[in-house]
């Protein structure tokens, strides 16, 4: 059974920084793309930094320069390290598992997903 496990949400201050992490199990998704995704109430989930199984990364505009992707195959593990962060970045975090090695900003090219961690940011 393939499982995505989040970890290291919480609430943090304005400019201050937390580390997400995404474990997966039942498979290996180093020949994958993973990506971060977000929702906040009442907004749809949006694509938030991905990285290609070659490790080229890619950010929505609005955290570029603030957010970093970053993957561990020996521990089938990705990450978020999340700094300088803002009240907008309040919102639940997915982790999730693409289609294909190259990313994709579209949710619906990644096949498996975690339950979500929440960020919550005060400012």
């Known amino acids: 059974q393939v499982q995505l496990v989040e970890s290291g949400g919480g609430s943090v201050q304005a400019g201050g920084s937390l580390r997400l992490s995404c474990a997966a199990s039942?498979?290996?998704?180093?020949?994958?793309?993973m990506g971060w995704f977000r929702q906040a109430p009442g907004k749809e989930r949006e694509f938030v930094a991905g990285i290609s199984s070659r490790a080229s990364t890619d950010y929505t505009r609005s955290v570029q320069g603030r957010f970093t992707i970053s993957r561990d195959n020996a521990k089938n593990t990705v990450y978020l390290q999340m700094n300088s962060l803002k009240s907008e970045d309040t919102a639940v975090y997915y982790c999730?598992?693409?289609?294909?090695?190259?990313?994709?900003?579209?949710?619906?090219?990644?096949?498996?997903w975690g339950q979500g961690t929440q960020v919550t940011v005060s400012s």
């Open positions: 999730a598992a693409g289609q294909h090695w190259f990313i994709s900003r579209t949710r619906y090219e990644y096949v498996y």
């Open positions: 039942g498979r290996t998704f180093s020949s994958n793309a």
